[in-house]
């Protein structure tokens, strides 16, 4: 059976029992009153009734499964096809209490032949007729309730596996969303350190191989990080130090370079490349508009339960305060998906001419999972 369908079964089962359980009660109980009054058998044995139940149950299921599938759109057309259900198995209620009863007098009749003990006689007490709609307006009535049950239940479940669609298909774009945002290294960047590289060919062949070297070993940290939600604060802090040593050998006459040593950072998961906007945004427009040395210093402080990553550089005191360019939108864009607003990013001249681009976000510690220290936010 389709595992769609087995909670649904389990909940109409159930009802059922619960049905059969309670009429076969009240009818001993009113039987038993009118017993105490000298009133004949009015009622059927419970064992008919639990007969008829029984023949029902099939019926029960069918109908309440053909219902689901049927559904009731357009209404004008599944309406009547809906009630022509209800009333049919409504209208089989009193035929097989008959059946159940006259199975169950059959039994007792052998019984009474083998032991020579007088039967009990029962006399219909009121028309068939009437018998049979009151019967088939109580089923009718239960029936009503027990689809009620099982649609509430299958509407309840559809929403569900909407919602647990809908989650899966958001973490999958909201995925893929950080996933091209951990990607983007401007190409522009590669491109100048390409023609840096083949200018050193001729003039110094070993320190273009060298730089050959150290390219491809951050093209390899770039897709490696790539691939994961988080890295060590210490991964990140190397990769940063490949990438503005390479910057630093292109530009040898004006950029200083700061990296704090890896024993000294903090142990702790941060974004995977979440320094890597920072960082080529210091060296594009710390370089830019102007001649003179360029300082750029990476910082990363933990302050309680609170990491600041901190990324500064010189730039012109005449320089106008520049827009917000694509890589910070992403850095800021990137904090707000993994952490809402228990992160915050600001990028501004400070007094000085210093540009600084910090981030703080909540210490995830590195013996614990950062995914689930740090779930995406909604």
């Known amino acids: 059976m389709n595992a769609r369908f087995r909670p649904l079964l389990l909940i109409v089962t159930v009802f059922w029992i619960y049905v059969a359980l309670s009429d076969v009660l009240y009818a001993n109980q009113m039987q038993s009153s009118l017993t105490a009054m000298h009133v004949g058998h009015l009622f059927a044995p419970w064992q008919a009734r639990l007969l008829q139940h029984l023949l029902l149950y099939p019926v029960l299921l069918s109908c309440v499964w053909t219902s689901l599938r049927m559904g009731w759109q357009p209404i004008w057309r599944r309406l009547p096809l809906q009630m022509l259900l209800a009333v049919g198995f409504a209208a089989l209620a009193e035929p097989t ?5 006259s199975v169950l007098v059959g039994v007792r009749e052998v019984i009474r032949q083998i032991t020579h003990t007088p039967g009990r006689v029962h006399l219909p ?14 089923f009718l009535l239960t029936y009503g309730f027990g689809l009620a049950l099982a649609t509430g239940f299958d509407v309840y479940r559809r929403l569900r596996d909407t919602q647990i669609r809908s989650a899966a298909l958001e973490r999958a774009l909201t995925a893929a969303h950080l996933a091209a945002l951990r990607m983007q290294l401007s190409p522009h960047s590669l491109f100048n350190l390409l023609n840096t590289i083949h200018g050193q060919i001729d ?3 070993a320190d273009a191989r060298s730089m050959i070297v150290q390219l491809a070993d951050l093209l390899r940290r770039l897709l490696h ?3 994961r939600e988080f890295t060590r604060l210490n991964d990140e802090l190397q990769f940063a130090r490949l990438y503005l040593t390479l910057q630093q050998r292109r530009f040898a006459d004006r950029l200083t370079v700061h990296v704090p040593a890896p024993e000294r950072a903090p142990s702790a998961w941060v974004p995977s490349l979440i320094l890597q906007p920072l960082i080529e945004n210091a060296v594009v427009h710390g370089l830019a508009g102007h001649p003179d040395p360029v300082e750029i210093r990476v910082e990363a402080l933990q302050e309680g339960q609170m990491l600041t990553l901190r990324v500064s550089n010189t730039i012109d005191r005449d320089e106008p305060n520049r827009r917000e ?20 990013f600001e990028a501004a001249p400070r007094p000085g001419g210093q540009w600084v681009a910090e981030v ?6 590195q013996d614990s999972d950062p995914v689930l220290a740090a779930p995406v936010a909604a």
């Open 360 to 365: 703080r976000l909540p210490l995830l510690a």
């Open 225 to 227: 990080a790539g691939e």
């Open 325 to 344: 360019g694509i890589g910070l939108k992403n850095v800021r864009e990137r904090l707000a998906i993994q952490f809402g607003d228990r992160a915050t």
């Open 97 to 101: 209490l008959w059946l159940g009863d």
């Open 125 to 138: 007490v009121a028309p068939l007729t009437q018998i049979w709609i009151a019967s088939a307006t109580s």
């Open 203 to 205: 003039g110094d062949p």
